[in-house]
Structure formats: C-alpha cells, structure tokens
C-alpha cells in the first residue's frame, strides 16, 4: 500500500473513532496498535509496552502530576476566597473592576497551579454569582473567568510546556521564562479590554457601592502574602538555576500544603479530595501521552510523518505563509481536540519543519501554547467551557457561555500576532536565565 493510501485511511479512521466519542487517548492507541500490527507483526506491539513504560518513568514528566497536585491542594484550600477579597474591596467601585480582578486573580493562580481548571473553578464559584449579583452583564463575568483561566497553561509553570519540552527537547526551564512576559501581555489585553469596553458601556460593569477605609483594604492584602511567596520560591530556583522544573515542582507541592496548613485550611479532607483528583487528571493525561506516542512512532516507521514534512517543506511559498498555515491548523484543531491530544499529535511533524526553516522551537512552542489558550475556550468543545457549565447557576446556558468567549479569543488572536510579530516578547527572559 502507498504511503499516502495508508495516511488517508488512517486519519479518516481516527476522526471517525473521535466523532464516536471515543476518547483521544484510547483512539490514539487503537491505531498504534493496529497500525504496528499491520507495519510489524505481532512482535511490533513489544513496542507499546516500551513506549509506555518509557513515558511513565521519564524524570521530565515526574514535574505533571507534583504541579498538578499543588493546583489542587491551592484549589482546595480555598485561598481564591481571600484573593478575590481583596479584588473586591480595591477595584469593586471601579467599572468592570471585579471582571479586571478577577483576571488579575487568575494570573496568580496560573503562577501558582500549571492547569486552569482550578482557576475556572475557583473563580466560577466566587467570582461569577457576585459579579452577577452587583449587575455585571453575564457576558463580561464569563467571559473574563473562561479568558482568565486559561492562562493557566501560559504562565509558568505550564503542564502543556512540560509536555512540549518532553517531546522535544528544548529546555522545560527556558519555556517557563518564555511565557512570562506573553503571560503578562496577554493578562494585560484582557484588563484593558475590559476596562475599556465598561468605560464605554457602563452598563456592562456597573461600579460598586460599598465603601472601604484604607485601613480595611490593607487588612485584606496578607492574603496575597503566602501565594506570592510561593510563586517567587518555585520560579526563583528555576529561573536562577538552583533547581531542575521537577526539583521545583517538589518544592512547589510541598510550599502548597505548607501555605494551607498555614491559612488553616489543610484539612484530612481536603488533602483527601487534591490527591484524588491529582490521580485522575495525571492518570488522563499519561494515558494521552501513551496513546498518543504509539500513535507518531506509528506514523514515523510507516513513513507517514516523512511523507507529511516532505509535503509541506515542498510548498514554494514563504516560509512565514507556513507558519500562519500550521497556527490556523492549530487553531481548527483546538475547536474539538485537548489541547495535550494535539500538542503530542503534531509536535512530531510540525518542530522538525519549523526547525528546518530557520525558526527557534523554544519561541514556536510558546506560540502553540498562546494558541492552545484559544482551544481552551473556543467552542464547540472548549475545555473551559464545559468546566465553567459545571460550577454556573443554573440559569446560565451554554449558549451565553459561547456567546461570552469570542472577544476574548479576539484577545488571545491579537497576542498570538504580537508574539509573531515580535519574537523578543517571548526570547528576552530566557536569553537571560541560567539554564537547568
């Protein structure tokens, strides 16, 4: 059979398997499976179990489930409360302030989790019915919390860089440092756009009534103490080369349980409640990685992924026109795929073109990750969305939840372009940090 004839019949398998609703991970190693036993033979499927036991011993990935655990000790330790305290009691009597804030409180837990659902969540809780109970426009509240929890994936540290770093060798380190600075950029666009968008239409983010004395506004600010501690103490080792980003990742769950021991937060039940659900999304997310490299090794022994580069490097046109094009592809395929499915579907043919035409694949990983930010809550099946369903009265429906998003994805386009544009934004903090 032609390489190509092979390369139809399995992608259009695995859209059918994904249009089933068979989860990506499992149809990912179905058609490894199948397609080392149709290349290989049965003896092929030893390379299942290595490709397996490799990824899940690999000390790189040992950083996802310490970074998952520290988001959800934080998630459950219910320090969101005390930080959207001091949202409200600093920006509730500015248009849009409490939507600004929450932004704002969403960036710090992006500094201190590496995933963003505990964010979503968090913010769905508390954020959302009091914005939504001091007249804020529906559209705004959710908006801002969906835009907000994705930053999750930006602002180190980031499951999906450790991720990209596993898969190509580019230093987990220097990708922290690169999404610093889009981080910040992008958290700002989404402040201004809201302050902006409230100035103008004033009903949209109608200020606050109460008052509070400085005195009262200063109170709330020891709240922020332990989580910005905690931010500095696992990006400071990192960044200055104390520590490796699993070493830190250690440090950081450990700075989690310490900061909620020390709020008094740290329950038998809590604890209870962040390990199990650290099982469940490390679990999810090694079975992805499994699925999805048996999968590419698949593709590489067959020769499809060789076929795919060669196809693609073959095109005269600019080599800035595929850039765009493989940005766009990201961006349909964010629409119905998570964002880790695609991430290790298509690093494997994608970095060694983007490598061949002269790009750096530190600053295109930093890229894929800002456009994955748009996977998060572009419909129809934007992560976030659903978890923001999950935790929304019931008087909110999917489709407000939709309609909310697209000024912000309008957001995240405009960094995305910036980022392009301006390779600086994401290489200046790393040409600067000791590499570990």
């Known amino acids: 059979m032609e390489t190509w004839q092979l390369s139809l019949i399995v992608f259009s398998a695995l859209t059918a398997l994904l249009l089933a609703g068979v989860p990506i991970a499992f149809a990912l190693l179905a058609l490894g499976a199948a397609g080392t036993l149709y290349v290989w033979g049965p003896k092929g499927l030893l390379m299942l179990f290595n490709t397996a036991y490799g990824e899940g011993t690999s000390y790189i990935l040992l950083a996802v489930p310490l970074f998952v655990l520290m988001a959800n000790v934080l998630k459950f330790s219910g320090m969101a409360d005390e930080l959207y305290e001091i949202v409200y009691r600093w920006m509730g009597r500015l248009r849009g302030g409490l939507a600004m804030g929450t932004v704002a ?60 770093s596993n898969m190509t060798d580019v230093s987990v380190g220097q990708l922290f440092a690169g999404g610093v600075m889009p981080g910040i950029l992008l958290s700002v666009i989404f402040i201004l756009y809201i302050g902006v968008r409230c100035f103008f239409q004033k009903e949209l983010g109608p200020p606050g009534e109460e008052r509070f004395t400085l005195a009262q506004k200063m109170a709330t600010l020891k709240g922020v103490v332990s989580p910005l501690l905690l931010v500095a103490l696992v990006l400071g080792v990192m960044y200055t080369g104390i520590c490796t980003p699993t070493e830190a990742a250690g440090i950081g769950a450990g700075g989690a349980f310490l900061a909620a021991a020390i709020h008094r937060r740290l329950t038998w039940e809590r604890a209870k409640q962040s390990l199990l659900e650290t099982m469940h999304l490390t679990v999810m997310i090694f079975w992805i990685i499994i699925g999805a490299n048996a999968f590419t090794h698949f593709l590489a022994y067959a020769g499809i992924q060789d076929m795919l580069q060669k196809a693609i490097l073959s095109m005269e046109v600019n080599r800035w026109v595929v850039m765009g094009v493989i940005q766009f592809i990201y961006f349909v395929l964010g629409c119905f795929l998570d964002p880790a499915g695609i991430l290790l579907l298509t690093t494997p043919v994608f970095v060694p073109v983007i490598t061949q035409l002269g790009f750096d694949p530190l600053w295109f990983g930093i890229l894929f990750t800002v456009n994955m930010e748009m996977a998060y809550i572009t419909p129809p099946f934007g992560f976030n969305l659903f978890i923001l369903k999950g935790v929304c009265p019931p008087s909110i429906t999917m489709t407000d939840i939709y309609n909310s998003v697209w000024p912000f994805v309008g957001c995240q386009a405009l960094a995305l372009v910036l980022c392009m544009i301006w390779p600086e934004i994401a290489l200046w903090l790393p040409d600067q940090m000791v590499v570990k």
């Not at 590496?114 to 979503?120: K, L, Q």
């Not at 954020?127 to 907000?148: E, V």
């Open 105 to 164: 409180i969403c960036a710090v837990f992006a500094a201190m989790a590496g995933i963003s659902s505990a964010a979503t969540i968090s913010m769905g809780l508390i954020a959302l019915p009091s914005m939504l109970s001091r007249g804020y426009h529906k559209g705004i509240a959710l908006g801002s919390i969906n835009a907000g929890g994705a930053l999750g994936i930006l602002i180190p540290p980031s499951i999906i860089m450790v991720l990209y």
